[in-house]
């Protein structure tokens, strides 16, 4: 066994488990699934965490149904079972679950409270998304709704509903009305956050079970670390 393996599963913190899902509190800085870095996903870590607490021999299997940006925190779900995995995928693809997340910004958006709506539009080759005011080739419609929850010293807590789910969206969208995120410099911040985190946190997660058929409301909470404690 990897002994990176073996030590970040120490840290894992698991938010929810049952026989088909297991959520996670994702920390800044790791992957969900395996890129060209080659560094370990929460995905591997996942699954060394289940072999060990159930002592399975041989392979575990884990579904991964959507992922987090690499600097944010918060909840990401992984499929237990292949029969949850394809309901988990499409519970997602037709945004069925309700997700809420948390940023930090500098500057005060123009309203307390706001719909925002742009159209995105990718560039692969930066890895990055702009948010345009109206329709433009190769764009698609974004949608989210923010409002102001907290006023701390310095920055404002937004707290953000997701209507559809584009590439860095919230990221974009906030840096479109002068809101960039705290340490985000890829869409604008002055500086970055010393740990390459960006003060994005997938807080709250709501949705029907995919076997089950019960409702399930997962909170993750921020990182510990002094801004986020503020806005607690």
Sequence with gaps: MDNK???????LQVIHEDNHLIAVNKRPGDIVQGDKTGDIPLSE???EYIKIKYNKPGNV???VAHRLDRPTSGIVVFAKTSKALPRLNKLFAEKEAKKTYWAVVKNAPPKNQDTLTHWMKRNTKQNKSY????EVPDSKKAMLTYKVVK????YFLLEIDLHTGRHHQIRAQLAAI???IKGDLKYGSDRSNKDGSIHLHARK???????KKEEIVIIAPPPNEAIWNACL
Aim: net charge positive; proline share 3%.
């Design 5 to 11: 393996i073996l030590s970040t599963h120490k840290n």
């Design 45 to 47: 870590v996942v699954k």
């Design 61 to 63: 299997y884990l579904g």
């Design 131 to 134: 948010a345009n005011k109206k």
């Design 151 to 154: 006023r701390l010293d310095n």
């Design 178 to 180: 002068g809101c960039t």
């Design 205 to 211: 997660l709501a949705f029907i079970h995919p076997v």
